[in-house]
């Protein structure tokens, strides 16, 4: 099956800095790329997501890229402030053949916390 | 438009009964899919629901069972407890894409400590 491995486990970058989350994932097959970012007592929450035939997708302060051939794909934070201090978690799923998709299969999950 | 809704929030349950989860979707979404987070496993995949048939189905035991209503609502069963199924149970809805996968949206999730 898919194993999606996720790096750092902790983020601590200073406000107003970028922060990068990296996740490779194992399954060629695997077209669709979720991020989720979970605070503390909530369920996680969509943030941005691409799929296999786009190379990059943004949206205000957040972008993802993916890159098919290595099969890793990043978060980017830009200008984080202190609203982004939570755990991220990426996520790999591949379409089925009699139709919907895979589960969704999630990485360990980053903690960032945003310094002051 | 209301989220997904999960109750209850907080159980408390003694190993070898039995308990039921439920979770309603985001109106319209007739995609429902239950996994569960533990600090140790992460988030895993149990199962998910579409057309009240199980379409999908992950790594666990059969103890681990669900439904789906005509609402679309779902519901979750673990029988037999064990204190290794102490965790957060997540429901997550979706529409259906056509050959693709549907962004799934979670809901708070249920927060089952078994003693």
């Known amino acids: 099956g898919e194993n999606v491995e996720q790096h750092p486990s902790t983020l601590s970058v200073q406000e107003g800095d970028s922060a990068v989350i990296k996740c490779t994932y194992s399954?060629?097959?695997?077209?669709?790329f979720p991020w989720y970012k979970q605070e503390l007592g909530k369920g996680p929450q969509l943030i941005i997501d691409i799929r296999s035939n786009v190379g990059e997708k943004k949206d205000q302060r957040i972008a993802v890229t993916l890159n098919k051939t290595a099969k890793h794909f990043s978060l980017h934070i830009t200008e984080t402030q202190p609203e982004d201090s939570a755990v991220y978690f990426c996520?790999?799923?591949?379409?089925?053949?009699?139709?919907?998709?895979?589960?969704?299969?999630f990485g360990k999950g980053t903690h960032l916390i945003i310094q002051p | 438009k209301a989220g997904v809704t999960q109750t209850p929030r907080y159980l408390i349950k003694t190993r070898g009964q039995q308990v039921t989860l439920s979770c309603s979707p985001i109106s319209g979404h007739r995609s429902v899919s239950w996994y569960q987070q533990t600090p140790g496993q992460g988030l895993q995949f149990l199962f998910e629901?579409?057309?009240?048939?199980?379409?999908n189905k992950g790594n666990f035991p059969g103890r681990f069972s669900g439904r789906q209503f005509s609402n679309s609502r779902s519901e979750m069963n673990v029988s037999t407890l064990e204190l290794g199924d102490s965790a957060l149970y997540l429901c997550?809805?979706?529409?259906?894409?056509?050959?693709?996968?549907?962004?799934?949206?979670f809901g708070p999730g249920t927060r089952l400590t078994v003693t």
């Open positions: 997550a809805s979706s529409l259906p894409k056509t050959g693709a996968p549907g962004e799934q949206y």
């Open positions: 629901y579409f057309s009240e048939t199980q379409r």
């Open positions: 996520a790999a799923s591949m379409s089925r053949s009699g139709g919907g998709a895979d589960g969704l299969t």
């Open positions: 399954d060629s097959a695997s077209n669709y």
